[in-house]
Nanobody
Framework: QVRLVESGGGLVQAGGSLRLSCAAS????????MGWFRQAPGKEREFVAQ????????SHSDSVMGRFTISRDNAKNTVYLQMNSLKPEDTAVYYC???????????????????WGQGTQVTVSS
């Protein structure tokens, strides 16, 4: 089973960039799709991006399209979220997640993700 640990969050000015990392334990990382979600105070956790097990297919939410890019390095058991042109509304706790099933590429939505990291805070100042 996969265990996930996020890192790379912090404070950044609007227009700046951050790269989040999610390190995964387990020897079957390359059989799991991975996703990024975020949750702002008082709001529900929302989909940001996901990537299939090989990295050949990705999906990004409309709100981050063209600004954020999900990628993975299976040799390092790590998935990334490169965030550019950050806006104050991007402020949230960002979570890395995986479905419980191998070789399953979820539709958008957190219901299909069962394994979660602890989250990393991203704060964008105006």
């Amino acid at each position: 089973q996969v265990r996930l640990v996020e890192s790379g969050g912090g404070l950044v000015q609007a227009g700046g960039s951050l790269r989040l990392s999610c390190a995964a334990s387990g020897r079957t990382f390359n059989t799991y799709a991975m996703g990024w979600f975020r949750q702002a105070p008082g709001k529900e956790r929302e989909f940001v991006a996901q990537i299939d097990w090989s990295g050949s297919s990705t999906s990004h939410s409309d709100s981050v399209m063209g600004r954020f890019t999900i990628s993975r390095d299976n040799a390092k058991n790590t998935v990334y979220l490169q965030m550019n042109s950050l806006k104050p509304e991007d402020t949230a706790v960002y979570y890395c997640a995986a479905p419980s099933r191998n070789f399953h590429y979820p539709t958008r939505g957190r219901a299909e993700y069962d394994i979660w990291g602890q989250g990393t805070q991203v704060t964008v100042s105006s």
